[in-house]
């Protein structure tokens, strides 16, 4: 056997391992990948950022039109604490949930920014929509 031919069986070899670690490599990212992706979105029983923000929606429109009727703060949270509780129920939300989904997204600032984000938009088109003329 010559050199060139011993280097070529050499280097025949060692392509051999190293397809042979890059396909284990390929498939322990593969299999990687596979583990890293969840679903997107909050766990379950916690409410989505959609799902939040309508809620919340609702919850500052109220303390809106109470403050704007000009109660004293301890009577409009009489008040207030009724209408919660009947916006929750309507929306089939529980005490336990919403305070699941607060712990969630107040661990999670971007997300709760991005609700926070929808609420104000849809304040502002509400106001918006309420300030045209011939309303």
């Not at 679903?39 to 916690?46: A, D, F, I, R, S």
């Not at 039109?65 to 129920?89: H, N, W």
Request: a neutral charge; glycine letters at 4%.
């Amino acid at each position: 056997m010559t050199n060139f031919e011993s280097f070529k069986m050499v280097s025949t070899i060692n392509l051999t391992k190293g397809s042979y670690w890059k396909t284990v490599l390929v498939l322990v990212i593969s299999v990687l990948s596979l583990y890293s992706c969840k679903k997107e979105g909050p766990p379950e029983g916690v409410l989505s950022k959609e799902e939040l923000a309508d809620l919340m929606v609702e919850f500052y429109l109220a303390e809106g039109r109470l403050y704007t009727m000009g109660i004293p703060r301890d009577s409009a949270m009489k008040l207030f604490l009724p209408f919660e509780q009947s916006v929750m129920q309507k929306k089939k939300v529980s005490d336990e949930i919403l305070s699941k989904t607060y712990k969630y997204y107040l661990e999670h600032p971007v997300e709760f920014e991005k609700v926070y984000d929808a609420i104000i938009d849809t304040l502002s088109l509400r106001e918006t929509r309420a300030s045209r003329p011939g309303r």
